[in-house]
């Protein structure tokens, strides 16, 4: 750099009642900006997810006005039109009933009694475990969260291994078989979809409703009390407004969840044509109505996004109320007497009923050749580890088959690769929208890694199918292929790679870092000395979380997998279409313990709470 | 050792917002203790922040030695890691990964330097600055004035020209905060460094600095030794954050104040030219009191008070003084004999009238006019 003459410049300088020019100002701001990669990162990176998250978004979204394959003759019109012929179909034709109005019914309904169940199971259950003196309260704080911690289908399976009448061909469930047939209500449809995802969020309701009653500040009810309130009055006036925030938040993501659960309506729904908004689209999609598929997508997304929305405004609301609770915060335990045997008695049961009760059900039924005949000869390991077994298809135990262990390897593979990418991409982004200078690039990043959460998994892969199902510019036919999988998985998971990339470098601060840099060290040094060395751990985190969702989650594969590409969750299912029940609740069970204990594992290792690592 | 010369520095955050900082003139000679003083948000760390590149400028230009290192219309950018400075921050930042021992060491093994010196320079500093049985552990095993004494540590280790320090001594408590002062001295003299000091503590500033700078809202007030600052303060912001109890003022023409009142007639009646003039400032170890009027110094400003409050500080006390309009607050290192509802005489040199015009700023002819009354 010839700092002479700069120097000789700049001694005719500065006439500082004018200001730099533009030109100034913009040449002195690319120099600063060049210093370092961020930037350039941050524009790539952004890049790369307009390409995965919002190209596919816009594309499904085009889908549904646009003249479809196949359509053409029927349409009068070419291929790629516009048409409203799609969005007709969908929400005023007379089948539209069937395609729309009915599953969207069927979504409210189903979601409404969900998020009911659960919030009264959830916030009496999060009250006993953090401010009460309940037996066993630390144990049930870890133990009442499991249900969440396993794929909510599970609970479809143990729940058809009991409860499957005569509807239905293959073997009998346990009740049918006793001789005593469940009418098709509680075996099927509407009331165990409820139970089942009220059991399966009831997590939710605890770790949200229970954290924020943890910080709630007794002293906030001492004062009331003492100036003169009423215990009824306390609970009305002070603690009920104070956790309003945490209610409705928990109750808006169990509606986003339950609006993208494919599992569970998939198998108690679809003996008694049972639909949610899900299942619909899944069969649009399986019965190649790219156009119908299109708009439900569309619709989910929309729901999906305005729930989330409104969630995004109860947070902030609540962020005005965590000053309220600011230090010398107390958490005083009441004393529940005469009661604390029966409440521990709910909790005990609540517990075996959304986690010893389904386990224990599905791991007896693979071990018995005839359901609820608890007779010794019943028992056996076949269905595990047999060998030549009298079958039409998989004629060894599930240990045994290859196709197990080729759609074991699959997901480790696929899910891994995602998980690691993802994770990897996380803390990048991370770091790029903590430390750009170009504030619209970190606000731009920071949304569209967001984007995919308001998006139900099964919109998204519908998404992913409607832009790779063909060739597109350099980009080959992907479907069929690991890529769609590993690209939809990736994209699917960024919003907790990069929520916790942001907020892992927003803990750390930017103080390390520049204290690094007075002391000499450049990028590449400070990335590789500092920042991922000191992030290890939520870099471990970003990886692991994503991984275990990943390894449970069945909306994306169920709509992207074909045979080849089979993974844990798509392989039980495909036993579960052809009624190896057995089988299919065995693969279950391996998927349940890899994800606990893959979620233990990830708390062991980093000490982070499960709370955390909620929503992923 | 290298001057630092900042000029016609400005730092906006955004095009619409207020300057954090605006065109700043400052320069900070070779071998300086130099004192950024100012109530926070005043724009002294993001000062401290722009002279070691951490944060860039919106305008005007910086200077180290002769080397320009940041300049916005010359388009010249030299990044923190090639200035060759040291800073200690407010939190200390000591990398938490890394045993105190490898924190000292990080910017000598970034230079390359041969082992042998690597672990003598190492050693000499963790020994001058009393860490060297801490080389083992990690920085959270560590107190926080020890913490503290680590984070000075590093940046001496690479022996830079300029040590910058972010309020390095606001968390830690009154004992530590004492010795650590002693140290920063001690340290002063014996690396021969320039420092560049930010605090929003007067103390601190008076007891260590060569030179104060006084900062508020982004921009300089007033830079000179402790005692031009005291003594001399250049406006009445710079009169009123430094001291304390803080320096009494009177408003001229303030409508209530009957002490205003008599301070203007008082002025007025010697020195004509100072009639209407703006306010005067009196520190309150200025202001003298005696039980009865006989007893004031002829010539002085006086007036008469009731005592509404006498506070022991150990050692000294403060009184305060009210009248119907106005309160005064006056110290004195001897016990006084006075109850409080009394009425006192208080009176003041004229010596010790600081007079400000209506803008704030000092008179400077009233200093020459007041003090050579004081020699005749």
């Known amino acids: 750099m010839a700092l002479v003459s700069e120097t000789a410049k700049a001694a005719t300088l500065p ?97 409404l009694g969900a998020i009911s169940l659960s919030l009264i199971i959830g916030t009496v259950l999060a009250w006993l475990i953090s401010r009460t003196d309940m037996f066993g309260r630390r144990w049930f704080a870890t133990a009442l969260i499991v249900p969440y911690m396993l794929p909510a289908w599970t609970f479809a399976l143990a729940w058809t291994t009991l409860f499957k009448n005569r509807t239905v061909g293959g073997q009998p469930g346990w009740f049918e078989a006793m001789g005593l047939t469940p009418p098709d209500w509680v075996a099927y449809g509407r009331f165990p979809i409820i139970v089942i995802l009220a059991l399966h969020y009831t997590p939710f309701v605890i770790l949200l409703f229970g954290s924020a009653l943890r910080r709630f500040d007794s002293q906030l009810e001492d004062s009331a009390r003492i100036l003169g309130a009423k215990r009824y009055q306390v609970a009305l006036q002070i603690i009920l407004p104070l956790m309003r925030p945490a209610l409705l938040s928990s109750m808006v993501l169990i509606f986003a969840k339950c609006l993208g659960e494919f599992g569970v309506p ?101 071990i018995m050749k005839l359901p609820a005949q608890f007779t010794l000869d019943n028992f056996t390991l076949d269905y595990w580890i047999g060998r030549d077994l009298h079958t039409v298809a998989l004629q060894t135990g599930v240990l045994l088959s290859p196709d197990l262990w080729a759609a074991a390897k699959n997901t480790l593979m696929i899910v891994g690769l995602a998980s690691l990418t993802s994770g990897i991409l996380g803390l990048l982004v991370g770091y790029v929208v903590i430390r750009t200078p170009v504030k619209a690039l970190s606000v731009y990043l920071r949304q569209v890694t967001f984007l995919p959460y308001l998006v139900p998994g099964i919109a998204f892969a519908a998404a992913y199918l409607s832009l790779f199902a063909v060739p597109r510019g350099p980009m080959p036919a992907l479907y069929g292929t690991v890529t769609i999988l590993v690209l939809a998985l990736i994209a699917d998971q960024m919003p907790y790679a990069s929520r916790a990339g942001i907020s892992a470098m927003t803990q750390l601060g930017k103080d390390p870092e520049e204290a690094a840099q007075i002391a000499g060290a450049g990028w590449l040094r400070r990335m590789f000395l500092i920042v991922i060395p000191i992030q290890k751990g939520s870099l471990v985190t970003g990886v692991l979380l994503p991984f275990i969702s990943g390894i449970k989650g069945l909306s994306l594969f169920v709509i992207l997998a074909v045979p080849s590409t089979d993974v844990l969750t798509t392989y039980s299912l495909r036993l579960v279409d052809y009624h190896y029940t057995q089988a299919a609740n065995a693969v279950v069970l391996i998927i349940a313990a890899i994800a606990y204990l893959g979620t233990l594992a990830a708390q062991k290792l980093t000490k982070t709470n499960l709370a955390e690592g909620l929503g992923s | 050792m290298p001057s630092i010369n900042l000029s016609g520095a400005q730092k906006n955050y955004g095009v619409n917002s207020a300057n954090a900082v605006s065109n700043l003139d400052l320069e900070i000679r070779d071998g300086e203790f130099m004192c950024l003083l100012g109530p926070s948000g005043c724009g002294k760390t993001t000062t401290l922040r722009m002279i070691a590149g951490l944060e860039n400028l919106s305008d005007g230009e910086i200077r180290i030695g002769e080397r320009l290192v940041d300049s916005v219309r010359s388009g010249v950018f030299i990044p923190p890691e090639k200035r060759e400075m040291g800073l200690v921050f407010q939190s200390y930042a000591l990398w938490p990964h890394l045993t105190i021992e490898r924190n000292t060491d990080f910017g000598l093994r970034l230079r390359k330097l041969p082992r042998a010196e690597r672990e003598a320079r190492v050693e000499k500093v963790m020994q001058a600055l009393d860490i060297a049985k801490y080389r083992d552990r990690y920085p959270s095993q560590l107190s926080g004035g020890q913490q503290q004494r680590v984070a000075l540590a590093r940046m001496l280790a690479v022996n830079p020209g300029v040590l910058l320090l972010d309020e390095p001594l606001s968390n830690l408590d009154a004992r530590l905060r004492l010795e650590m002062r002693a140290e920063l001295k001690r340290i002063h003299k014996e690396f021969k460094t320039t420092i560049v000091f930010v605090t929003h503590d007067q103390w601190e ?70 009639r209407g003039i703006g306010s005067i400032g009196i520190r309150p170890e200025a202001i003298g009191y005696a039980a009865n009027a006989t007893d004031v110094p002829p010539g002085s400003f006086a007036g008469e008070m009731t005592v509404t409050g006498v506070l022991p500080t150990g050692g000294s006390w403060i009184l305060e003084l009210r009248n119907d309009s106005d309160t005064l607050f006056l110290t004195t290192n001897a016990l006084p004999r006075i109850e409080t509802g009394s009425s006192v005489s208080f009176f003041a040199p004229p010596e010790a009238l600081h007079v400000f015009d209506r803008n704030g700023q000092r008179v400077l002819e009233a200093d020459a006019l007041l003090r050579r009354n004081t020699l005749n």
């Open chain 1, 15 to 111: 006439d500082a009642a004018t200001a730099p020019t533009a030109w100034q100002r913009w040449r002195y701001r690319t120099k600063v900006a060049s210093r370092e990669p961020t930037t350039l990162i941050g524009v790539l990176t952004a890049l790369l997810f307009t390409y995965l998250i919002v190209v596919p978004i816009i594309s499904i979204v085009l889908d549904s006005v646009r003249v479809q394959f196949g359509h053409e003759r029927r349409l009068g019109k070419d291929f790629g039109e516009l048409t409203l012929y799609y969005l007709d179909r969908a929400f005023l034709s007379p089948v539209s009933v069937d395609l729309f109005w009915r599953p969207l019914f069927n979504t409210l309904s189903v979601a």
């Open chain 1, 266 to 366: 998939y198998v108690l729904g679809l003996p008694v044509k049972f639909e949610v908004l899900s299942t619909s689209l899944f069969r649009s999609i399986a019965s190649r109505q790219t156009g119908v598929a299109g708009v439900v997508a569309a619709s989910i997304m929309l729901i999906g996004i305005i729930t989330l929305m409104i969630d995004a405004r109860l947070v902030r609301e609540a962020r005005r109320f965590v000053t309220v609770g600011s230090k010398g915060s107390m958490n005083r335990q009441s004393r529940l007497g005469k009661y604390r045997l029966p409440a521990t008695g709910f909790a005990t049961l609540i517990f075996v009923m959304s986690v010893g009760l389904p386990l224990l059900t599905l791991f007896l039924s693979t």
């Open chain 2, 205 to 274: 500033a008076m007891t260590l600095a060569t030179t104060i700078a006084v900062m508020n809202e982004g921009t300089l007030q007033q830079m000179g030794t402790p005692n031009d600052i005291y003594d001399r303060p250049a406006n009445r912001f710079v009169a009123e954050f430094v001291g304390s109890p803080p320096i009494n003022i009177l408003t001229f023409g303030a409508p209530n104040s009957q002490t205003a009142r008599a301070v203007e007639a008082y002025l007025g009646e010697r020195y004509p030219s100072l």
